[in-house]
């Protein structure tokens, strides 16, 4: 499944926060990627379909320096097979003792046009990854080569990643707070209440930064501000040329 | 109780470490808020009482997204009457899986003339918040809505806050290493001490630059050493105008 | 044991990733010191031979204030007996909750000539020493007095930091992401290979940023790929004068 | 709101297990408190509604050994007046680095006719608790008195306990895996599902054992073992007199 | 592969402790699954090729009580299809705070002739899973469904375990200390091993019971300690007549 | 410095929970070993100084099975050199995922009349050395052989435990609770005063069986009950023979 222009562009107007309050709405409590941050919170935002990598801990003997050799190796079939506009994510049981990857894989996926790239463990060269200017998320530097504790078994199975279970498909969106995960089937819908949302609470900030309190306006429940909402919400098509 | 001007400036020029020396010389051992960050470490220094709110896990059949449309409801109520000049502190258990508060209520704060917000839980819209340039503190970033699994359930109650005890009205410094917290009782005395200790280790700091060890200066056990702070000490009330 | 010249100029070259997978031939798993990160990513880059000082739990008959006007007091003899160039490396057992040191101290090491200071615990007065543009490296900021929690006990023994072995003499060599810890009689031979492995590493970096995949490349299986880079390698003495 | 003699005798025969199935049909995920194991499990059974004691950290101006002194010190008030047949839940904050209470004050509250007590942090004289045959649960043993860590601060508010959040006059049940929590409203509408749960699951049990296979049997999709079941059930009044 | 009856009969001799050592020797430092431990301590033992499944997060809108009516449903396909003398193993993402399986699962696998049951997670009904006298593996009891944190995804993949890699056919081997995992093509020469550094501790037993000291007999370093071992090994073939 | 029959008597009758207030009297806060527990409730109980041993975190090139044919190594040298009457202390930096020791050394240790044995990491062959009847406290049960994670550095050096300080000779006390640590200096009067306060709490607590309430009495702060308390006390000495 494609994801529309319009979904696309919904959601990449939406922050990680707002999403988790759409998605809660529709009975999700575990959306959010526990405990991940962006290498470099300027380079956080992206909106990408999930393609996946699982790795489990590695074994001496099949784990060697000279696993990388094949070409069948998942880790490295992951970055060069994941699509263009896709966010590879990497199940590495949460475990940042050693590398998920490194900047060269990570180039390499910038440069064939993927998204993203994720994983719940650490990236090494993580300040070289931070300068590439593409969003990638992970629990904490981490300079020990990748095979000293993962070992690459399987690619596109649902994984759990800070948490969260991913499917492949499902679309991730990131910013800098961290990184959302939207079953694939309800892209659409929260996409649609997501953006709407957003132009609420763009609204609230202002009036709040006018002076304004919480009561009524935050959430919703004063009739007077009812209609200054939508009074207000009636002229924003050229902000909000989504909707 | 007020914080006197004086109180108020002196602490203002003293740093988190030494304010935990001087409480540790009173016999105080656990005053840091453990594990806490500021969100915008440009934007982190405050002296103020602290106003308490206080969490319980939420449950799924009072903590809907109605419960806001309650004006009582203990989050909405702490933003809304927290007194300008104080410093919101949350008990959030220590729990960032889900937001303690956002930058919509954050905001607020801030326009009501509020001091500072903390959670040892964590902020949503926590680039939002940084770009406020609002001393807050907490664990780490936090999108998924405070209902999933926060119940706000009091005020002005005695809580924990990074595994520190907080009374209402206890005097909390921030700088961009943490959060210290001063029984409110003691604020004026340790205020004192600590801006003495703060002009003396300026003293140190600036003897070290110019290339002297560490022994007789730091702890000032030398005669010689003795004198040579005294003389310098009284020359210093231009720059250290609240002895 | 002194560190060459030439491997000085070679290490320096050499991240603290390239190292970990040079060690890793060797058959070294657990080199990288787990969970540290440099105050400031800016000045993190550093080569130095390791000095220890350990630190076991404080007893409060003990550890009181005074315990620092003992000359004998192991912290303040590291700080002066530290030698130049070297870095002092400290075993706070991992726990941030008190300070192994702060910045009065730090500046002394970096006035005496020393390379770095790394604790497994926290540093006091943090933004001050991130200022310094001194190598340091911690887990996290931590205000309270080091006597609340951390009694110095010896110097230049063997110790454990950040989950890995540091005798006197190793070598230690930091970078943004982190710190390494080369057996000191290694020294030598994993800074040639890494500074090979170095410059193998940035003609990838190039292949890929030029278009090229991994296959073949990464590792270099491909016959026609190894002609390339022995071409290119031939010719690079210039940019890389230590091989 | 006192529990009826049938939801009790209900509640007595249902597992916990059983208890959070019945809970999770509701909407409810968050009611096992986490970690916690009775002391004796033997002596883990227990129904009663909850009475709740507040901890927060010690500080120690206020926390010697004196404090026990003053007559309206909350621990001391809550082993004296926690009705009996009730519970008394200690928020601990899940800290057993010191004792939440000892072997001397349990066996008041058993002597007082209470039902059990609970703390997510630690009892000491955990050998002499578990001699008494008295539902008693925590996580894990702690000698070092109260005062060290822990500041009774109030009593019969909402709390926390296990992450479980724990309103006065819950619903508690306890056995040998650990402690559910019961909004007080829906106790026996649980109780009587539970009960029916039981006996239903008691039979699969048997049929089990007798070596039967789980399709159909568990859950109870299956015609012919619907027919089973109804039939069997039918003529249990003997056994299930709670019906 | 099928274990023969000499390798089981030698392994089912073997303490886990020494089956490490033995692993060690050829290079494995990661073969014992961390922080687990046996229900029933009297009931640990047991020796079998891995059957695995695996869990991910639960998702709100897939993982309903109305999951268990699909006969495909993982969980309950592992449980009526692991072979008889083959061990059931969960990767449970070491996540305890859910049921990775309950009594009725446990007792349908007993009956079906299976070896052990294994997760890192925790059972439900832990006190009658215990009264089986079935070896049962896990960290703690977690009385909630299974569903509100497990999605059950595959079966007779590689998996993790306790930290530890488990290839479908390893040979998984458990006593009350906890489970070693074994790589199914060293079964037979680590089972050998293994027998006889049995008997060679054994026989070290009997001397330091009989008040011998370590030094030349633990490792056999002295020659005539070497020789009364011989002498003894070679009259034990009643006592070991796997060898 | 021997410990004297009187102070040992009246330390084999004090639990670790009434040591741990009678230090807290003296200011120490940080008296019990954290997270510790026996292999063997039965056989737990013992009072020794300390003897200890050291361990940092091992190294693939010193620490092969070949490490310990070496009779200097510490962990050998300990076994065989710890005195009779005395306890092993090991400082396994709290890791349990490898073994601190095993049976055969434990059982050495218990041959040669050593009073306990004590790692804040793991024992294995857990089993057996529970079934010794030999004081042993642990983590948690670890098979993995020793040199996978510990290297032995150096003997009676002042190490930490459990998170404690614990120098030679310093009297450990180990109970079915836990152990906990006596400065050597205050053996002497904390014996005294914690067998005094044993009298007194077994008084209160048969005053409490009786139907007496805490109020006025534990505290003993009613003069009636002092009174009462005198008089008893008065009459104990066969049952306290060591006043």
């Not at 919904?10 to 009975?27: C, E, H, I, M, P």
């Not at 990388?68 to 097979?81: C, L």
């Not at 300068?131 to 530097?141: D, T």
Request: overall charge negative.
């Amino acid at each position: 499944m494609e994801l529309t222009a319009l979904t696309l562009a919904r959601l990449n107007a939406a922050s990680t926060a707002t999403l988790t309050t759409v998605l809660f709405k529709r009975g999700f409590r575990n959306v959010f990627m526990q405990g991940l941050s962006p290498l470099n919170s300027a380079a956080a935002r992206f909106v990408a379909p999930a393609f996946t990598l699982r790795y489990i801990p590695a074994r001496e003997d099949l784990d060697g320096l000279k696993a990388f050799d094949d070409r069948r190796h998942p880790q490295r079939v992951a970055v060069e097979e994941c699509p263009a506009g896709h966010v590879l994510v990497m199940d590495s049981r949460g475990d940042p003792q050693a590398a998920s990857s490194g900047n060269l894989l990570v180039t390499r996926l910038m440069k064939r046009g993927c998204a993203a790239v994720i994983t719940d463990g650490g990236f090494r060269d993580s300040p070289e990854i931070a300068a590439l200017g593409f969003p990638a998320f992970h629990q904490r530097p981490s300079a020990p080569t990748n095979l000293i504790r993962h070992h690459a078994v399987d690619l596109q199975q649902p994984i759990a990643c800070g948490g969260v279970a991913v499917y492949p498909g499902d679309v991730l969106v990131g910013d800098a707070e961290g990184v959302v995960v939207i079953p694939q089937h309800l892209a659409d819908e929260v996409a649609e209440e997501a953006y709407r949302q957003t132009m609420y609470e763009d609204w609230v900030n202002e009036r709040i930064l006018a002076g304004e309190g919480l009561f009524g306006l935050y959430p919703l429940t004063d009739a007077t501000q009812q209609q200054a909402y939508a009074a207000w919400a009636g002229s924003q098509s050229t902000r909000y040329p989504h909707l």
